[in-house]
Every structure is written in C-alpha cells, then in structure tokens.
C-alpha cells in the first residue's frame, strides 16, 4: 500500500514532444519576434482567426484583431502562463488536432527533454506526445509550452507534470472504549491498512486521493479544459457496501475539508455492491466552490459505510491459517491535457479487515470423543463478572454457528451445545471474551 504514494518518474527519459510552428519571423537575443508571418501550421489564417474570435475565453481580447498584426499585439501584452496565454495554448492545440484546414505535421517530432531544437525561429506550441506503453499506466502528459524560440536553439521543457496518488483505508474501533478497560483488545485503533470487526458490525473505508500542488508555482491543471478523477473501489465478496456518507475535499495548502456536492459526482454501484465508482467530472469546479485553486494541490475523501457478511472469510482464535477480507481502490485521473477524455490510472491500494471464530466444545467431565455433552446453554460477555449489561448479543446462523447481532430489536439468543458438544461463535472482533455456562 506504500508503493501507492510515490511520485516521482524520469521526465528526461520517458516524454517526448512535437513543435508546432504558429508564426515565424526573427527572434533576437531579447527572445523578441519581429518581421512576423503566419506559420507552417496555421495555413488557414482566417479560418483560424475567425474561430479564434469565438473561443469563449478569448474572444474578448481578440474581436478587433483583424490581421495578423492585431493578433500579434493583443499577444504582446501576455505575461508567461497567464490566464490568456493559458487559453491561447489550449486553443491552438484544439485547433491544430481538430481542424481539417490545419496543417498537422510537426516541425519536429519526438523531440526528447532539453535534447532537441527548432530548424526555424519563431513562435511555437510544444507538446507532449510521449508513447507510454500500456503497461506503464502510472504517468502523466506534461502542460503545453508557448515557446519563442531563436533558429537551432535547444528547447527548454519547464516540467508541469501533477499525478495524483490514491490510498485505502478501514477503521478499526476502540475496543477498550467499548467493552472497558478490564480487557485485553487489538491495539490499531483508527484509520489504517487493515482492521478487525465482526460480522454484521458496520464500520467505514476512506479513500484518499492526493492531488499534487503545480511545482514551481506553476499552474498545470490550468492547462486542462476541465480534471476528472474516479475512484474505482472493489470489495471482497465477504463484505456489503451499506451506503455512501461523504464526500470531502481539501486545499493540499491545509484548512477545513468542504464537502463536494452531489451534483459534482456520480456514485456507480455495481450489483451485488462489490464493486463501484464515484467520478467527479470536474475537480477545478469543486475547489473553486471549495475556496482554493486547484493548482495549490487538493486532497479528496470519500467515506462510506460497509459490514462484514455471511461469506467473510474467518481466522480461528489459535491464529492458524490466517484470512484476510481484502478490499482495493485505483484512481482514474486526467492525464493529457490535449484530450478531455484521457483517463490514467494509479497503483492499487489495499485494505484487509479480519475477523475471528471461536470454536467450542462442551464434555460432560472427561475430555474424549465419548464423552461430548449436547443440550449446555452459554452466552457470551465482554467481562468476568458477566452482568446483563455486558452481554454480547448473538443470533443463530442457518449453519448452526452463532454470530453478533446488531439490530435494535436484538435481544440475544443463548447457544447450546449440539450432538457433537460444539457451540461455535463466528466473525468476532478480536479481544478476549469470557463464556458463561447458563444453562447445566
């Protein structure tokens, strides 16, 4: 589960670039353009500027820009990775991917990090175009860069990567606090990778998804039209999904978690509730209504319900063959900037809840197969002087062992002892509990 919380890739190694050329002309030492024309891949210069008039983030600043001269000036104005140079990137992506009247081949492709350079001067889109394998599923696409670039001039790549890591985790309840300090009880109290309950118990998973602050106060989710990510959740068959109880997000600067509305996410359970997953379309929109700017970094929770079932797989007392309930969540997230639709997926990460039997057999006297005694009722307490008030309500399983019961209603039924002297409790917390033999 560790594994889930790192980070850090070869960015030199494994990402790749192409150019795009928007305009050429000559670039001083200043990395100022001047005797400007369209470029290679803006041959529908009208068409472009027509189309660039109506992007609903730039067609304010641009609707006098008639010619070339009007766009170059409006541009003149833009400060590195701001709002509109932002836009203007994101815009000429879009069009040269998606415009029949664009010309899409590259000035140069697969350029490698800090190790390729531009034929030509003038003012270019950079790319990231890396061929990730699919096996290596854990990465992701790095912003575009607006670039003026002097001719045969090395291409400096300002790394904006943000990969998100996610993190499953179960609650294990204060047994002493329940049952009293008289008791000897597991000791992994709270949230963890793993935890013990009974069957029937409800208790609560968490999923911790991390969304990286831009390095360098860099503004790299900026680059994308919107962030989704998904949590995709498995539960092992020995455990039920019961029901969804929040869902929060918070700054990765600190603060006070805000809860994301409904409208924001969608829950997919998956029948019979072992799988299901909640995706939130848009997580800029969550951390602006939350307060904060998603390029601070965010961390998103969701917490919900589930209880141990029927098919739980059990440990017995003496701790031989031990079981786990093992449960997993891996998170989709946006990965390329150039595609909306462009979902990555993390490592998994685990979480085990356990849970015990406890077998007993009750003898007349002797200890011997022939000597087994059926018809002996017991109950089950949480203490030695075992009082009403610490009994353990048990209900009577249609295999004939016994287990806890949760419901209001519940008053507890006594165990006997059948016609091998056997009276078997199943799915316990672990602890120590103490037998009384209420019935001779």
């Not at 900037?337 to 006297?365: F, G, M």
Request: glycine share 6%.
């Amino acid at each position: 589960a560790d594994n889930a919380w790192e980070t850090e890739e070869d960015l030199n190694e494994k990402h790749e670039y192409d150019a795009f050329q928007i305009f050429k002309g000559n670039v001083n030492d200043a990395n100022e353009i001047s005797n400007v024309e369209w470029g290679k891949n803006i041959p529908d210069h009208t068409g472009f500027l027509a189309q660039l008039k109506e992007d609903s983030t730039l067609r304010i600043p641009f609707q006098n820009a008639d010619d070339l001269q009007d766009v170059l000036a409006v541009i003149s104005t833009w400060h590195d990775s701001d709002d509109n140079s932002i836009a203007f990137a994101r815009f000429v992506c879009k069009y040269i991917y998606t415009d029949a009247n664009a010309n899409k081949e590259p000035v140069i492709q697969g350029g490698h990090t800090g190790a390729f350079e531009l034929p030509m001067a003038g003012y270019y889109l950079i790319v990231d175009t890396s061929p990730f394998s699919e096996g290596d599923s854990y990465h992701a696409y790095n912003s575009f860069l607006l670039k003026v670039n002097q001719a045969h001039y090395h291409v400096q790549i300002k790394h904006k990567v943000v990969k998100p890591t996610v993190k499953k985790e179960v609650f294990d309840n204060d047994d002493k606090s329940s049952y009293g300090d008289n008791n000897s009880w597991g000791d992994n109290d709270g949230w963890g990778s793993s935890a013990d309950h009974a069957i029937n118990e409800p208790f609560q998973f968490r999923l911790i998804a991390k969304l990286p602050a831009s390095k360098d106060n860099g503004r790299a989710y900026d680059y994308y039209d919107k962030y989704t990510v998904c949590f995709n959740d498995t539960l092992s068959e020995g455990i039920t999904f019961d029901r969804l109880d929040k869902v929060e997000i918070t700054s990765g600067a600190g603060g006070t978690p805000k809860v994301i509305n409904a409208a924001n996410y969608t829950l997919t359970p998956n029948d019979p509730q072992s799988f299901f997953k909640l995706s939130i379309d848009n997580v800029k929109t969550c951390a602006v209504a939350a307060g904060f700017n998603l390029n601070d970094g965010a961390t998103i929770t969701v917490t919900y319900t589930a209880h141990l079932n029927d098919k739980a797989t059990v440990n017995t007392a003496n701790g031989s063959n031990t079981t786990d309930n093992k449960n997993s969540v891996f998170l989709q997230y946006s990965n390329n900037p150039r595609i909306n639709t462009s979902l990555d997926k993390t490592p998994t990460s685990e979480a085990c809840v356990y849970t015990y039997q406890l077998n007993n057999t009750k003898y007349h006297d002797e200890v011997n197969e022939n000597n087994k005694l059926e018809g002996a009722g017991f109950r089950l307490y949480s203490a030695g002087t075992c009082n009403n008030a610490e009994e353990i309500k048990l209900k009577m399983n249609e295999d004939g062992t016994y287990s806890r019961d949760f419901s209001t209603e519940g008053k507890g039924v006594e165990m006997f002892s059948d016609d091998k002297g056997q009276f078997n409790v199943k799915g316990l917390d672990a602890g120590t509990y103490y037998l009384k033999e209420t019935t001779t």
